[in-house]
């Protein structure tokens, strides 16, 4: 049987030019394929409604037999489908068919097996205790496996020339190939790669939306916006910020709700890889930490738990010898989480202070200048890696032990406060010198062991590391935001004005150079450019600590539309973040959830892939602005968390804004969008022991007749009080001493 001939991937001609010479069978699906129509109502599941279809064709064109026609059907059903089970059911109809040439069978054959893995991975999945992401039934298939036509062989393998299946051959190819450099920081910062992977994605998508023009997901991947499937109507009687809160966290809480329904086994894992999985819950914050969804809080303790089951954390830190990014993954990202879902519970309280009791015997010594520091950037439960290329302390060690900075910020554990305070010496004296040719007053990204040197003498100060390569991610700044953070939460703990030097030189570096053109790499007028991005969490957080005023303009020109609203009180940039967040959920659902393959891409798809093609994206999703409006935190909460409170009821028809915070006071607006009063308990985090008076009134109205009014008696860190709020009323709730 002949068959046209189809140039190979590093050679076809753009989308739409090829067409195949002779007719054969296999000739006379391709004609077809992307002609054919859904032929009954049973079928419609397939495409949405809101969809334009081309005109109905028939399907049994003259000299054509019935069966071929149906065989066009199935592909086309096959290649028109959003959803990926739909599919492979479509695919096993048509190999359980007896009427297959030949070529068709063994093509379908090859293909199957990926759409299988792609579609019911969850099915079976194989434990893997090899490396620790990666691994999960997402990915595992073609992790590493895909790489651009002519960078090594094919996969998946191509298909005959001429394949009626071939579009969908290249649907598969195509996705793998713009998830593999969403996934791969390498891959995405060299642009020369980046572009030939995206390059050819494009071109076998667009044979794909040629074959099959109703598939919504391939036109998602082509910059085609696809309209979110649930909406939530703004509620004319709610301010702004409401409307926009409101909207963010229900899509957000949607999403989270499809993985833990649609992605998460038994144990816990949510298909990525246990090293992946662990970190959903950065982006689950503004639902699981500023309110209380249950479902959330199961599907956590499953994850925490399950992770503490498997065999390289039997000694509380993981048995791999691994970078301190990777390293930190599987516990900082499981017992931080529980602390605070489960702040009392002695177990996750035992498995934050083994990460302390590790730092103090195996990971840190003193360096030849005498401070305390750690020894290596590559270790495990039971091994240090001095060798000469890994041999640093870096910005990124604070994640090792998150959870035990954050014990001892709530309790200020004197063995804690002597064990970080002293660790942390070793940075502000790197802070202050220039040497290596750092400027002094800049922190560095990273301190050699054992001479306590800046980064390494033969590279440029910013850069020791080599691009393309994984360690790139200790290059300067990185990380430095957890060193800030970290930084001042020794000052409000220990109380030491030592510890506020780096962030104060570093403001001084930013005011110095505000106005003056940025100078070679490496200087301080190139770096002050280059601080904002870190700097602005800790001084926000030290303003609205302290009340010093003295940061304010930098925060007004870098710090987040919640901050500056704090700042302020001009709610325009806080509604301004609300409305792009609300934005980045109004399209490309499947990018969320059926099509994402690594669980620490979650919310990558428009940052890490739209924003590099020729057509408008979206904005990328910031649940950051969630978090901070709902709480008061004005920064990241990993480090330092300044979580003012915690809204003890689920992230649905409910806004807050808290527009106080401080030891002494605290105060919020809360909208309730249901038809009926709704309880609730708020739980507060900053309050100092004392006597308190609380206060629930209706805005604009007299705040003589409050709703609410009870005295609030704070012994400890975290107090909790009941609140009734009517149905669709603005409602202003203070606490504040009598």
Known sequence: ??????????????????????????????ALAGAATVANAADTRAVRAGDVLDPPVILEMPGQAPQRAD????????????????????????????????????????????????????SRVVADHSRAAENGYLCRFFTGRVRPAGDGPLYPRELSPGSPLRPLWAFYRGRMLIWQVIQSSPLLSVKERREKYFGEARELLQETRAAFPENRVVRMYLGEPIPW????????????????????????????????????LPDGQFGGGWGDDVEMWRWWVPVMIAFEDPAVTSAQERLSGGIFQQPHLREGFTSRVTDVEHSNEDTTDTILPMMHLQPDDPVWKQRALRLAELMRERWTARNERGFLQFKSMYFSVDRVDTSVARAFDTVY???????????????????????????????????SRAENGKPAGVLPSAIRW?????????????????????????????????????????????????????????????????????????????????MSGFLSDALAKYRL?????????????????????????????LEAALRRNAEAFRSNW???????????????????????????????????????????????????????VRWRTPPREIAALVTDSSRTSFAAALYHFGAQPRALEAEFFLLSPGEYQLTLTAAGTDNATPLQQRAVHVEGPRVRVSLQLPARRLCLVKVSRP
């Not at 030949?102 to 093509?107: G, W």
Request: with cysteine.
């Open 1 to 30: 049987m002949q068959h046209a001939e189809r140039p190979s991937p590093s050679t076809r001609p753009s989308s739409g030019s090829w067409r195949p010479r002779i007719l054969s069978l296999t000739g006379w699906l391709v």
């Open 71 to 122: 065989l066009t059907r199935l592909i086309h059903l096959a290649g028109t489908t959003h959803d990926e089970r739909d599919r492979l059911r479509r695919l096993r109809e048509l190999e359980a068919r007896t009427d297959l040439d030949a070529t068709l069978r063994a093509d379908l054959t090859q293909l199957l097996p990926v759409v299988d893995d792609w579609a019911d991975g969850k």
């Open 229 to 264: 499937p649930k909406s939530y109507p703004a509620d004319p009687a709610a301010p702004a910020w409401a409307n926009l809160q409101r909207e963010g966290l229900e899509k957000l809480a949607d999403v989270i709700h499809w993985w833990i329904a649609e992605r998460q």
């Open 397 to 431: 060690h604070p994640s090792i032990i998150q959870p035990a900075l954050l014990y001892w910020q709530r309790t200020g554990d004197p063995a804690l406060t002597a064990l970080f305070s002293e660790w942390l010496k070793v940075w502000v004296d790197a802070a």
């Open 450 to 530: 054992p001479d306590g040197g800046l980064a390494k003498a033969d590279r440029p100060w910013w850069e020791p590391f080599s691009l393309g390569h994984n360690d790139a991610l200790y290059n300067w700044p990185g990380a430095t935001r957890l060193m800030t953070s970290t930084l001042l939460l020794a000052y409000h703990t220990a109380r030491e004005e030592r510890y506020l030097e780096p962030i104060r030189s570093m403001a001084a570096l930013c005011v110095k150079h505000r106005q003056a053109p940025e100078g070679e790499p490496g200087s301080e007028s190139w770096c002050a450019r280059r």
């Open 545 to 573: 600590l302290t009340g010093d005023t003295q940061y304010d303009p930098l925060l007004r020109a870098a710090a987040s539309g919640y901050v500056r609203y704090r700042l302020t009180g001009d709610a325009a940039p």
């Open 590 to 644: 499947e990018a969320y959830t059926a099509e994402m393959r690594w669980t620490d891409r979650v919310l990558s798809f428009t940052r890490n892939f739209l924003i590099h093609l020729p057509e408008p994206a979206p904005p990328a999703p910031s649940p950051e602005i969630l978090y901070s409006s709902a709480t008061g935190d004005p920064g990241n909460p990993l480090v330092f968390p300044l979580n003012a």
